[in-house]
């Protein structure tokens, strides 16, 4: 009996990809229910990593290609160029001038509008 099957080994979206003279495969295995390693739904990147590399001559010949690396992949978790949430130390003396004015404008709203 199979623990896994092709059914459980799922590609990333956008891959394979190719990249300086190579193609870069990403994916993930599901693990089979009731048998979770690590109480993880999918079999944990280290354990893939050591079962590709473990068996890398086998997959070579399954697939008809060299596999030339084999690594661990993460997704970015957040831009390196994304700007400060907060506003800069400058901007409360805008946000606090535009407050006043607004505040101006409607008591002269109010006080023309009893007036009249």
């Known amino acids: 009996m199979d623990l896994y099957t092709a059914d459980q080994v799922h590609l990333l979206p956008g891959?394979?990809?190719?990249?300086?003279?190579?193609l870069q495969i990403v994916f993930y295995v599901q693990q089979p229910l009731g048998l979770f390693?690590?109480?993880?739904?999918?079999?944990?990147?280290?354990?893939?990593?050591?079962?590709?590399?473990?068996?890398?001559?086998?997959?070579e010949t399954a697939i008809?290609?060299?596999?030339?690396?084999?690594?661990?992949?993460?997704?970015?978790?957040?831009?390196?160029?994304?700007?400060?949430?907060?506003?800069?130390?400058?901007?409360?003396?805008?946000?606090?001038?535009g407050i006043g004015a607004g505040v101006v404008v409607i008591i002269l709203i109010v006080i023309l509008v009893f007036w009249w």
């Open 64 to 97: 008809g290609a060299n596999i030339s690396d084999v690594e661990a992949w993460s997704k970015p978790t957040e831009s390196p160029t994304a700007g400060p949430a907060e506003p800069s130390s400058n901007d409360w003396k805008w946000i606090a001038i």
């Open 37 to 59: 390693i690590g109480d993880a739904a999918v079999l944990p990147r280290d354990i893939l990593v050591h079962i590709v590399k473990t068996n890398k001559s086998a997959l």
């Open 15 to 22: 891959y394979p990809s190719n990249a300086s003279d190579s």
